[in-house]
């Protein structure tokens, strides 16, 4: 299903916010078509990571490239959704409907100085509908519960109907039979709509029989690779899968980079 | 007071002023309220009364000082004072708060020590900061008419770029938009409303004028765009009912206008609790 082009690439990337370095000799690539996983443990750099790849960081060395361009020369962004990991840390007070958040998704693609128009308005219903949230489309978004809030960030990053999709633990706060509705869409999303998606996550249980790839990161990529062979790799280690203490992984990984 | 309004411009000006800052003010003052920036626009207007002192000081040594309106260099103060709580912002990248005490006192010091060099208050200073309804000439509406023509269309070509950068500004970034840019624009547009407001409204008051009806607002509106309207609505009713009754009672308008945006907020916190309790 999924393609040789990759969407992502990132060559022998370091990043730091301050003395330190939180992610070091990153190599990474996303093919176009995958349903990738990004595990590891807390303030392993995950959402460091989605941050470069979304250009609100510049990395101190190396290279990123999305849609086949230099991060700094790339201009679509309407083509990557992202929800946050703080989505829902956002202000409860403020004063804007379900509808007018889910709109706002749209203000890259329609650009600078366009307004709405009637089949942009149209769109924001089907994606409101689609999550599920059809009876709260005049609601004031502060007045949702959690998990509803999320699902209103999520047809936010949907409505531009994106290439690249990017989550990041989208699920916190979602209750179980919430969760199995939402790995459901995010499958059909990429089965039938061909999304690509890179979902930041800690439960590997929940999506191990959706993702195509995984990538383990802990401050270095620990692994990166397909699903089968991550299966396989976990069978041959009695480690599990924040594997912190596998150096061998790292370096099939190189190899495998070498190999591409 | 109908015919005071036909018979006397000033009056008339004053009015259509009126009119003006009761949606200018309360349009800007949802986006100042929503990103709790609301003592920026505190900070702003006394950088502006700065400006102000600076041209009565420069009105009594130059002649050409004095054939201008102090609106003109109070709104120079204005939007300077504005570029620098940006530059301040981004120099204290995680007190950001700290550029508005700096610029506020700066701006009160400096302000002050015009004022004394200019051989102190005099009744002008006076309607500066609380307001007066006698005190718009006609180039002085011109400005005002200009800022609000500027203000209105600049919100509305920006309108969903300032509600994303208001509503989550990392989504803003993720999204593309260049969020510095979209920020500085807003950030003079605030400063030009200060500045067409203060004539009527004074500089102390100011910034209620841009926080008080969205305060009301937001207690009972559904959605943006509806914090929006009512706020303009409230806004535009605080000022001419303000306006009225300072004519009437000969009340420096400021005070009124505030008063009456107060009894606004009171009575949209005594309707949202009757109905809760009706639903309830
Ligand atoms: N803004 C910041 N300034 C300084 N350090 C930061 C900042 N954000 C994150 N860090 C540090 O960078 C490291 C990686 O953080 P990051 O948020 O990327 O982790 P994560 O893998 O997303 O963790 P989690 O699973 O808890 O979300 C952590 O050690 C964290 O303390
Ligand atoms: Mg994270």
């Known amino acids: ?260 | 007071m109908i015919e005071g309004i036909l018979q006397y411009e000033f009056l008339r000006n004053s009015f259509i002023t009126g009119m003006i800052i009761g949606v200018i003010a309360p349009l800007l003052g949802v986006f100042i309220v929503v990103r709790r920036l609301s003592l920026i626009a505190d900070a702003l207007s006394h950088v502006t009364l700065a400006g102000i002192a600076a041209n009565l000081l420069l009105s009594k040594q130059f002649a050409f000082f004095a054939g201008i309106s102090p609106l003109y260099m109070g709104t120079v103060f204005s939007v300077a004072g504005a570029l620098f709580i940006e530059k301040l912002r981004s120099v204290y990248k995680h007190f950001q708060e700290l550029a508005i005490p700096i610029i506020l006192s700066g701006g009160v010091g400096l302000g002050v020590i015009f004022i004394s060099l200019a051989d102190g208050f005099n009744t002008d200073l006076f309607g500066y900061l609380f307001g007066s309804v006698s005190a718009v000439g006609r180039t002085d509406l011109y400005l005002i008419i200009l800022i609000s023509i500027v203000v209105i269309m600049v919100v509305f070509a920006l309108y969903k770029e300032l509600f994303i950068l208001s509503f989550d500004e990392e989504h803003a970034r993720a999204s593309g938009l260049h969020v510095k840019s979209i920020h500085f624009v807003f950030i003079v547009l605030v400063a030009l409303v200060i500045a067409a407001s203060m004539r009527i409204v004074g500089i102390l008051l100011v910034s209620s004028l841009m926080t008080l009806p969205v305060a009301a607002s937001i207690r009972i509106a559904k959605g943006f765009k509806q914090t929006i309207i009512l706020s303009i609505i409230f806004g535009e009713v605080s000022v001419l009912g303000g306006l009225t009754f300072s004519y009437y009672l000969d009340l420096a308008p400021g005070g009124t206008i505030v008063m009456i945006a107060v009894l606004i907020l009171i009575l949209t916190m005594a309707v949202k609790k009757f109905s809760f309790q009706k639903a309830g």
């Open chain 1, 1 to 260: 299903m999924s393609s040789n082009y990759s969407i992502i690439e990132i060559e022998r990337l370091y990043y730091r916010y301050d003395r330190e370095y939180v992610l070091e000799d990153i190599n990474f690539f996303q093919p176009e078509g995958s349903f990738l996983a990004l595990v590891g443990p807390n303030g392993s750099g995950k959402s460091t990571l989605l941050k470069l790849i979304l250009g609100l960081l510049r990395p101190q060395s190396g290279e990123i490239s999305i849609f086949g361009e230099k991060i700094s020369q790339f201009k679509n962004w309407e083509w990557i959704g992202f929800v946050s990991q703080k989505a829902n840390s956002f202000n409860t007070g403020f004063p804007a409907t379900v509808q007018e958040v889910v709109a706002s998704g749209l203000t890259k693609k329609l650009g600078l100085f366009k307004r709405m128009g009637k089949k942009d308005w149209q769109r924001v219903k089907e994606t409101i509908d689609a999550v599920g949230l059809g009876e709260f489309y005049h609601r004031n978004i502060g007045e949702l519960s959690g998990g509803q809030q999320q699902r209103v960030f999520i047809a936010r990053a949907l409505v531009s109907k994106p290439k690249l999709l990017i989550l990041d633990e989208p699920t916190v706060g979602v209750d179980a039979k919430n969760i199995r509705d939402f790995y459901s869409m995010l499958d059909d999303l990429n089965r039938n709509h061909g999304i690509t998606l890179l979902l930041v996550t800690h439960d590997m249980e929940g999506v191990s029989d959706k993702v195509t790839h995984v990538a383990c990161l802990n401050k270095k990529m620990i692994f990166h690779g397909k699903m089968e062979e991550f299966n396989k790799l976990k069978a041959d280690e009695s480690s599990h899968l924040y594997g912190y203490s596998l150096p061998i992984l790292s370096h099939k990984h190189h190899l495998e980079g070498a190999e591409k």
